[in-house]
């Protein structure tokens, strides 16, 4: 089976700094461009950035409202893909979701149970 | 960036009648592969977001043949042929033509 599963949130102050990650299994995860999607509470869904596979340079892209803060990783031997979060905002307060992208296609799934990052002081 | 504008924001259907969502671009999706670059995805009532359909009118994986997807360039429709109680949620659309990703605003689907 399929299966992403997100850990790392938490309460975090602004200003400061969480990493999240995203263990997939189930799927040959080096072959996958992974991506993070944000959910504010009540609010609906924001594309947070992605990653691309090591075959294709494993270079990152990242949403204007994220990007110079935030930085997307992945370790393939370990199957596991990261948000490192810095310089938080109040505004960057959501449940946060990975999803894999599936080859020549538009398909993002599965996505991630989420995991909750509040930032406040 | 693609703007992505959906319509109704709400909707509350009786079961056994249909449902229809709209969303339209501000640019087109087709991709130069020949591929439009759209999807639906639903999230239910306390849970992630899931995929309903992709490249306008796939079905994704174990999803009922009563959800159906049209549309062209900019222009992309969600069709349920019968509402069941298991489909209330929030369904969105989602441009992946070029990044940033972005998603319409979200139709909330209510059983009456």
């Known amino acids: 089976e399929v299966q992403l599963v997100e850990s790392g949130g938490g309460l975090e102050q602004p200003g400061r700094s969480l990493r999240l990650s995203c263990a997939g299994s189930?799927?040959?995860?080096?072959?996958?461009?992974m991506n993070w999607f944000r959910q504010a509470p009540g609010k609906g869904l924001e594309w947070v950035g992605y990653i691309r596979t090591k075959a294709y340079g494993g270079t990152a892209e990242y949403a204007a409202s994220v990007k110079d803060r935030f930085t997307i990783s992945r370790d393939d031997s370990k199957s596991i893909a990261y948000l490192q979060m810095n310089r938080l905002k109040s505004e960057d307060t959501a449940v946060y979701y990975c999803s894999r992208e599936v080859p020549y296609s538009s398909e993002f799934d599965p996505w991630g149970q989420g995991t909750l990052v509040t930032v406040s002081s | 960036d693609i703007v992505m504008t959906q319509s109704p924001l709400s909707l509350a259907v009786t079961p056994g009648e249909p449902a229809s969502i709209s969303c339209r671009s501000s640019?087109?999706?087709?991709?130069?592969?020949?591929?439009?670059?759209f999807d639906w995805y639903v999230q239910k009532p306390g849970q992630s977001p899931q995929l309903l359909i992709y490249?306008?009118?796939n079905r994704a994986s174990g999803v009922p043949d009563r959800f159906s997807g049209s549309g062209s360039g900019t222009d992309f429709t969600l069709k349920i042929n019968r509402v069941e109680a298991e489909d209330v949620g929030v369904y969105y659309c989602m441009q992946a033509r070029q990044t940033p990703f972005t998603f319409g605003q979200g139709t909330k689907l209510e059983i009456k």
């Open positions: 189930g799927f040959p995860f080096g072959e996958y461009v």
């Open positions: 640019q087109s999706l087709l991709h130069s592969n020949g591929h439009v670059y």
């Open positions: 490249l306008v009118s």
